[in-house]
């Protein structure tokens, strides 16, 4: 249906500001302008080196659709606009699935186009066009022809019974599938972004089988998708150009755990609790939690986190080695298994946390930690937000290393309590665990913490929690957003997940909060405080167009006071789908080096498309 990706259009409200901007973090592109080409609109194209050209617009005239358009909703990226063999089918395939369109056809004489709404589209809206041969206006067509035009891999939402017959050559039969079960199964992750249906699922066994299978699809073309657990949050391993994707949760061996160097050697399928289970037996365990049962690839995939990450690091802290099978199906290894190195760039970091952009990870070495002798729980109430936050950065700056430091938000706590009974004051709160040699130790360590949580404001300091207790706190405190879902029945959730410098959580948690108040729309704020993670789930029904507006309004001023904040749009989700319209305002020009670095290593754009950079 589409025939390709033509340009992508940005309304502004200065167009020279924007024009300095965008040459600047596109290292000096070259500008096509064009300031007739529609009436009341300026614009100006900047070749981008791929299949499409960035499009500023700057509407002048008052009355016009785009001005309308910011007027509503600000400034923020406008629309993606394909050119399509058959406007009527495209459109008719698209209201089939319960896409709703709204047409301006006589807009332009020399277009036929209709838009899909935004929310159907990650934060902008599709424009598809049908474009009669040569009807480009004179100014356009030279901004278009001169962009390069780079390799662009096809789309597949079905296999041909020729391609079906090479993909079983390579597994045995029962691991290859194109039933429909199966592909649904692996459309969509736990967020509310949608891909598209992929052409067949594949599960591979070996690095040898993984290699094969890329080598395959790199020779035909065709788009390739990792798939872990599906526990992820952006949409980051949904496929959204269909083609083939590799079901890693079968290579799910423990294949050499190492007591005295403190590692482990895994395959990708490996789930997490499972291998702290085996671990367990040794005295170790590994310490990354997001919470999820995630596979140990989907967290390298993602650079996973979570409670613990205060005191022992996210994913990438805990990796020392990695076998990665490139786009290509050439495989290679990366790190050691030396506790230290110094011999070149460091690929294993650049590998955790590339999402499956770069390669598909097939085995991994992870370093591990002694189980703690003696665990310290607390639970702490504060009078206000601010006490709260300004207790976490008293805590951190003493000294008192922490493995756990939560915040949750009055909202959030009476959830809690209503779901698990756990009798916890609906007050702004801290949860804290320390882990020690000995509980004399820890009885001073909670001594020093409970003097600097009363100097904050804090209402009581509960300490001593017995392991029943201790557990069903942590549990509640892992299935949160599984709370809120299921409080909200037929809901979405747009998750917020910020990390600034530890100085600024106060001033990014109680932001956070106001803005949510201020919103109207139901809104929770809590998170890894310890590590400045602070997530903000919202609460809304995509049909309902106004509410929506307004959740992903609050999404764009949250993630944009943590920048300006000197922070990250995300601490431990990825990017996805749903945050890379966030990437180019926080590394300005290294956003481009990383594009470069994907062509680098993925040259025909086929493992996992769309993820991190605009597909």
Same mark, same amino acid.
């Given at each position: 249906?589409?025939?390709? /990706?033509?340009?992508?259009? /940005?309304?502004?409200?200065?167009? +020279?500001?924007?024009?300095?901007?965008?040459?600047?973090?596109?290292?000096?592109?070259?500008?096509?302008t064009a300031t007739e080409a529609g009436e009341g609109f300026r614009w100006t194209a900047i070749g981008l080196g791929s299949s499409c050209a960035l499009e500023l617009i700057d509407p002048v005239g008052e009355d016009s659709f785009l001005h309308?358009?910011?007027?509503?909703?600000?400034?923020?990226?406008?629309?993606?606009?394909?050119?399509?063999?058959?406007?009527?089918?495209?459109?008719?395939?698209?209201?089939?699935?319960?896409?709703?369109?709204?047409?301006?056809?006589?807009?332009?004489?020399?277009?036929?186009?209709?838009?899909?709404?935004?929310? &159907?589209?990650?934060?902008?809206?599709?424009?598809?066009?049908?474009?009669?041969?040569?009807?480009?206006?004179?100014?356009?067509?030279?901004?278009?022809?001169?962009?390069?035009?780079?390799?662009?891999?096809?789309?597949?939402?079905?296999?041909?019974?020729?391609?079906?017959?090479?993909?079983?050559?390579?597994?045995?039969?029962?691991?290859?599938?194109?039933?429909?079960?199966?592909?649904?199964?692996?459309?969509?992750?736990?967020?509310?972004?949608?891909?598209?249906?992929?052409?067949?699922?594949?599960?591979?066994?070996?690095?040898?089988?993984?290699?094969?299978?890329?080598?395959?699809?790199?020779?035909?073309?065709?788009?390739?998708?990792?798939?872990?657990?599906?526990?992820?949050?952006?949409?980051?391993?949904?496929?959204?150009?269909?083609?083939?994707?590799?079901?890693?949760?079968?290579?799910?061996?423990?294949?050499?755990?190492?007591?005295?160097?403190?590692?482990?050697?895994?395959?990708?399928? *490996?789930?997490?609790?499972?291998?702290?289970?085996?671990?367990?037996?040794?005295?170790?365990?590994?310490?990354?939690?997001?919470?999820?049962?995630?596979?140990?690839?989907?967290?390298?995939?993602?650079?996973?986190?979570?409670?613990?990450?205060?005191?022992?690091?996210?994913?990438?802290?805990?990796?020392?080695?990695?076998?990665?099978?490139?786009?290509?199906?050439?495989?290679?290894?990366?790190?050691?298994?030396?506790?230290?190195?110094?011999?070149?760039?460091?690929?294993?970091?650049?590998?955790?946390?590339?999402?499956?952009?770069?390669?598909? *990870?097939?085995?991994?070495?992870?370093?591990?930690?002694?189980?703690?002798?003696?665990?310290?729980?607390?639970?702490?109430?504060?009078?206000?937000? +601010?006490?709260?936050?300004?207790?976490?950065?008293?805590?951190?700056?003493?000294?008192?290393?922490?493995?756990?430091?939560?915040?949750?938000?009055?909202?959030?706590?009476?959830?809690?309590?209503?779901?698990?009974?756990?009798?916890?004051?609906?007050?702004?709160?801290?949860?804290?665990?320390?882990?020690?040699?000995?509980?004399?130790?820890?009885?001073?360590?909670?001594?020093?913490?409970?003097?600097?949580?009363?100097?904050?404001?804090?209402?009581?300091?509960?300490?001593?929690?017995?392991?029943k207790a201790r557990a069903e706190l942590w549990r509640a405190r892992h299935e949160a957003l599984e709370t809120i879902q299921r409080a909200h029945p037929g809901k979405e959730t747009v998750i917020v997940d910020v990390a600034v410098p530890i100085?600024?959580?106060?001033?990014?948690?109680?932001?956070?909060?106001?803005?949510?108040?201020?919103?109207?729309?139901?809104?929770?704020?809590?998170?890894?405080?310890?590590?400045?993670?602070?997530?903000?789930?919202?609460?809304?029904?995509?049909?309902?167009?106004?509410?929506?507006?307004?959740?992903?309004?609050?999404?764009?001023?949250?993630?944009?006071?943590?920048?300006?904040?000197?922070?990250?749009?995300?601490?431990?989700?990825?990017?996805?789908?749903?945050?890379?319209?966030?990437?180019?305002?926080? &590394?300005?020009?290294?956003?481009?080096?990383?594009?470069?670095?994907?062509?680098?290593?993925?040259?025909?754009?086929?493992?996992?498309?769309?993820?991190?950079?605009?597909?």
């Amino acid at each position: 249906m589409i025939r390709r /990706i033509d340009h992508v259009s /940005i309304a502004v409200r200065d167009l +020279e500001n924007a024009k300095r901007f965008f040459c600047g973090v596109l290292g000096g592109r070259e500008l096509y302008t064009a300031t007739e080409a529609g009436e009341g609109f300026r614009w100006t194209a900047i070749g981008l080196g791929s299949s499409c050209a960035l499009e500023l617009i700057d509407p002048v005239g008052e009355d016009s659709f785009l001005h309308r358009f910011l007027d509503r909703r600000g400034d923020g990226a406008h629309h993606v606009t394909f050119q399509v063999n058959d406007l009527g089918d495209a459109r008719a395939t698209l209201e089939a699935r319960g896409v709703p369109t709204f047409g301006y056809n006589d807009a332009d004489p020399n277009w036929k186009y209709f838009y899909v709404h935004p929310r &159907h589209a990650f934060g902008v809206l599709l424009q598809f066009a049908e474009l009669d041969p040569g009807a480009w206006t004179e100014a356009l067509a030279p901004a278009i022809a001169a962009t390069p035009q780079g390799t662009v891999t096809s789309s597949a939402q079905e296999f041909t019974p020729e391609q079906i017959a090479e993909l079983t050559a390579l597994v045995e039969p029962d691991r290859f599938s194109v039933g429909a079960s199966n592909r649904e199964l692996h459309a969509r992750d736990i967020s509310p972004h949608r891909g598209e249906l992929p052409a067949g699922v594949i599960w591979p066994l070996t690095t040898g089988e993984v290699s094969a299978i890329l080598a395959w699809c790199s020779d035909n073309d065709l788009p390739v998708t990792p798939w872990g657990a599906g526990s992820s949050l952006e949409g980051n391993p949904v496929p959204v150009r269909g083609g083939l994707v590799v079901d890693l949760t079968r290579m799910d061996r423990v294949l050499d755990i190492r007591p005295r160097d403190l590692q482990v050697d895994v395959q990708p399928g *490996v789930l997490r609790k499972e291998l702290n289970r085996r671990l367990g037996r040794h005295g170790l365990f590994f310490p990354p939690d997001p919470g999820a049962d995630a596979t140990i690839g989907g967290m390298i995939a993602n650079n996973a986190s979570g409670v613990q990450t205060v005191r022992y690091g996210s994913t990438r802290d805990n990796v020392m080695r990695l076998v990665v099978v490139l786009p290509s199906g050439d495989v290679i290894h990366t790190g050691t298994r030396a506790h230290k190195s110094s011999a070149g760039y460091d690929l294993t970091r650049l590998f955790v946390g590339s999402e499956g952009t770069l390669g598909v *990870v097939t085995e991994a070495t992870l370093k591990l930690t002694g189980l703690p002798a003696h665990h310290l729980a607390a639970t702490v109430p504060f009078e206000t937000l +601010e006490g709260a936050t300004e207790a976490v950065a008293a805590m951190i700056g003493s000294g008192l290393d922490p493995a756990a430091l939560e915040l949750l938000t009055p909202g959030i706590i009476a959830l809690m309590n209503r779901e698990a009974g756990l009798g916890l004051a609906e007050a702004p709160s801290l949860f804290c665990e320390f882990h020690g040699v000995s509980e004399a130790a820890l009885a001073e360590t909670a001594a020093t913490a409970e003097d600097l949580c009363r100097q904050c404001g804090a209402l009581s300091f509960r300490s001593g929690i017995d392991r029943k207790a201790r557990a069903e706190l942590w549990r509640a405190r892992h299935e949160a957003l599984e709370t809120i879902q299921r409080a909200h029945p037929g809901k979405e959730t747009v998750i917020v997940d910020v990390a600034v410098p530890i100085s600024t959580l106060p001033e990014m948690v109680v932001f956070s909060q106001e803005q949510v108040d201020a919103a109207g729309v139901p809104g929770f704020v809590f998170g890894h405080a310890g590590d400045g993670n602070c997530h903000v789930v919202l609460v809304g029904d995509p049909a309902d167009e106004d509410e929506w507006v307004r959740i992903e309004d609050l999404n764009q001023r949250v993630v944009g006071r943590a920048l300006e904040l000197g922070g990250t749009c995300t601490g431990e989700h990825g990017v996805g789908i749903g945050k890379r319209r966030f990437m180019a305002a926080e &590394h300005g020009l290294g956003y481009e080096l990383m594009r470069r670095i994907k062509g680098l290593v993925d040259p025909k754009g086929i493992l996992n498309p769309g993820k991190i950079f605009p597909d």
